[in-house]
């Protein structure tokens, strides 16, 4: 029995939103100082655009990231794990092959690195999930006993 999981696009967006409220206000004061400079300071139209422009990016990085949470999602099967390697190549690695589980930071968003004796088939698995209780649950009922994944994910969890 196959188990997905998808990424929290709602955690992404949480993350991001603070980065765009900043550059939107750098954006808006800037533009101030430009209309003021050049004579022109109640334009509302610049203003209005210099206010929609952080918004509407925002936007199209979180349909980016909706996007990409359809394609990369990590699936559980009975005898391996399927994810994305750094690079976003899909990958498997079978439980019992797993020689190391760890968690690191990359951009400011945690990740479980799942390391075997074939290096070239490490997986990177977000711990940002819609199901995050759900998939350490569903490892614990599949992964045998002493594997580094189930010991680290009870451990950290």
């Given amino acids: 029995m196959a188990r997905t999981y ?6 992404y967006s949480l993350c991001f939103r603070n ?4 550059s939107g206000a750098i954006i808006f004061v800037g533009a101030i100082i430009g209309q003021l ?6 334009a509302y139209i610049d203003l209005g655009l210099a206010l929609l422009i952080p918004f509407a990016c925002y936007l199209v990085m ?3 990231i909706y996007l990409l ?15 994305s390697n750094y690079y976003g190549r899909f990958l498997s690695v ?3 092959d797993i020689t190391d ?7 400011d968003i945690p990740y479980i690195v799942i390391e075997n004796a074939n290096n070239h088939s490490t997986i990177y698995v977000s711990l940002w999930l819609d199901d995050l209780e759900g998939f350490i649950k569903s490892i614990n009922e599949i992964v045998p006993p002493g594997n580094p994944l189930e010991t680290m994910l009870n451990e950290s969890h």
Wanted: aromatic share 18%; glycine share 10%; charged share 15%.
């Fill in 6 to 11: 998808k990424y929290s696009v709602g955690a």
């Fill in 62 to 64: 979180m349909l980016s």
């Fill in 101 to 107: 589980a760890y968690i690191v930071v990359l951009y």
């Fill in 37 to 42: 400079r050049v004579g022109r300071f109640p």
């Fill in 69 to 83: 949470s359809l394609v990369y999602q990590v699936k559980l099967t009975g005898e391996a794990i399927f994810g």
């Fill in 94 to 96: 079978r439980y019992c």
């Fill in 19 to 22: 980065h765009f409220v900043a």
